[in-house]
């Protein structure tokens, strides 16, 4: 009897252990950051802790362009994060940019029509054409666009290839998100989700 009743107590210390210190990220919204992602996603990058933070804000600047920027952030000092503001760049020069972006390896690109995305082992960055109300297409110096900077911060769940997944995911919900709440002129249908990155 009292073997069971110890084997009862250790279950129920266990169940309790997992519900108090490693059910943070699911105790967030289902959709954290104004609604702009998905929570699953940020759980796939981050790892179980006792407790996180979510947050998002959009500033709509005086000039017309704006800034979204989101984060999620564990009791454990891990984080997914990222920014999306407006841009004037044609997507080649905008795509050699980010893909020389300080790091040694080439990246992973994807594509979905004009809408690309250029991924790192722990940064990701999309690229939508993107008009702001208020301005007009031909003022631009090469082209108005929604742009994405994400990243990870700290220790994640996953790595190599599925993070960059997870990355690719993030930064064009951010994207998504953002190119309805600023009403772009364009006002097309972006896709679900881009197409899944090839291995690098």
Known sequence: MRAAVGCLLAIAAVFGYVEIFTKGIDRLPTRPCDGAVDRETAARALPSARSAEERGKLRLLSDGDFLFACYVRTSGGSVISGEVDSRDSAPGPWRDYYAKSGYAVDPV??????????????????????????????????????????????????????LRQVLADFAYELARHTYKAVDCQEARALPKELPRLPAA
């Open 109 to 162: 690109d994807v594509s979905s029509g004009d809408i690309r995305a250029v991924v790192h082992p722990d940064q990701a960055y999309v690229y939508v054409p993107c008009t702001p109300p208020g301005k007009k297409p031909g003022e631009a110096r090469e082209r108005y666009a929604l742009t994405v900077d994400a990243r990870t911060i700290g220790e994640t769940r996953v790595h190599g290839d599925e």
